[in-house]
């Protein structure tokens, strides 16, 4: 079994800052890397970020270079999602997921993800 749990969503305006956590347990831990992904209402899952468990690599989507920052803490077997000069557009359920292979930015490559976190950025 495995299980994410994730943490830390809520309301912030424009420009302000969120930090998302997922908490990892079962199988999970022992997977090669964790991801974020976010889905908006009406829209498809999209990749945001990911990062391996092992040496810390990291991948993100374009959109988020430069505002968000994933990072992971071995110890607590958590991951988390730094989120800076967010826009109404982050909008969105945020879910982490974990994988068994590379850093991909496919749905379909992860094995287990948690339930979601609201992020909510009003303008």
């Known amino acids: 079994q495995a299980q994410l749990v994730e943490s830390g969503g809520g309301l912030v305006q424009a420009g302000g800052s969120l930090r998302l956590s997922c908490a990892a347990s079962?199988?999970?831990?022992?997977?090669?890397?964790m991801g974020w992904f976010r889905q908006a209402p009406g829209k498809e899952r999209e990749f945001v970020a990911a990062?391996?468990?092992?040496?810390?690599?990291?991948r993100y989507a374009d959109f988020v270079k430069g505002r968000f920052t994933i990072s992971r803490d071995k110890a607590k077997n958590t991951i988390y999602l730094q989120m800076n000069s967010l826009k109404p557009e982050d909008t969105a359920v945020y879910y982490c997921?974990?994988?068994?292979?590379?850093?991909?930015?496919?749905?379909?490559?992860?094995?287990?993800w948690g339930q979601g976190a609201q992020v909510t950025v009003s303008s």
């Open positions: 990062i391996s468990w092992s040496v810390g690599a990291t």
């Open positions: 997921a974990a994988a068994r292979f590379s850093l991909s930015t496919t749905p379909g490559d992860y094995d287990y």
């Open positions: 079962g199988r999970a831990v022992s997977m090669f890397s």
